[in-house]
């Protein structure tokens, strides 16, 4: 487990870099700060493709949490179970993401968005006929940003876990207590 920056600490580097006070004393960001430099490139990214995007919101958040499902991570899912929720994104369109085939919620193009995050998962590419479905629903510009979102959301996965970062306080564990290891199929 990484060791996390103090608060103080972490509050004072955020300061230093630039990064939103509540971000900086994230868990996440407080295990970052280890390498403040790299931290500063990580905040970059996530301020581009949460604040600065073409993406719709709820397109983003249901790739995010798709990777945050199919990874089983914890801290990625249910930070954005809680972040769709203050969009306004219904419910049955944030959980959906755990069983995309049974989600009456979800449109041809929201089908399209979840294989593309299913296909870099699982393959680190995307098929030409996934591929071809997004050119019809999305303008360049947003297909770079989808693409980056899947995958730099598949790394924070990635890093979150192996650092055995955990859930800051008050962000709710799992909805309804369920995990990918214990719910629906993939």
């Not at 991570?73 to 994104?89: A, K, P, Q, T």
């Not at 219904?90 to 989600?103: K, N, Q, Y």
């Not at 030409?128 to 510009?141: D, H, N, Q, R, V």
């Amino acid at each position: 487990m990484l060791p996390l920056v103090s608060n103080d600490e972490s509050a004072r580097l955020g300061e230093k870099l630039g990064i939103d006070l509540s971000w900086a004393t994230s868990n996440v960001c407080r295990a970052l700060l280890n390498s403040p430099s790299a931290t500063a490139g990580f905040y970059a990214a996530i301020d581009a493709l949460m604040f600065h995007n073409r993406v719709a919101p709820r397109t983003r958040e249901l790739i995010i949490l798709r990777i945050g499902w199919r990874t089983a991570s914890e801290y990625v899912f249910c930070n954005h179970v809680r972040i769709s929720r203050e969009l306004g994104i219904p419910d049955a369109d944030i959980l959906g993401v755990r069983d995309p085939e049974r989600c009456q919620a979800y449109g041809e193009t929201d089908h399209t968005v979840l294989r593309l995050a299913d296909e870099l998962h699982e393959y680190a590419e995307v098929t030409p006929s996934t591929w071809a479905a997004l050119e019809k629903a999305f303008a360049p510009e947003e297909l770079v940003e989808i693409l980056l979102i899947a995958g730099f959301w598949r790394m924070v996965a990635g890093f979150v876990k192996s650092a055995k970062i955990q859930l800051d306080a008050g962000v709710p564990s799992w909805p309804e207590g369920k995990t990918p290891a214990n719910s629906v199929p993939k």
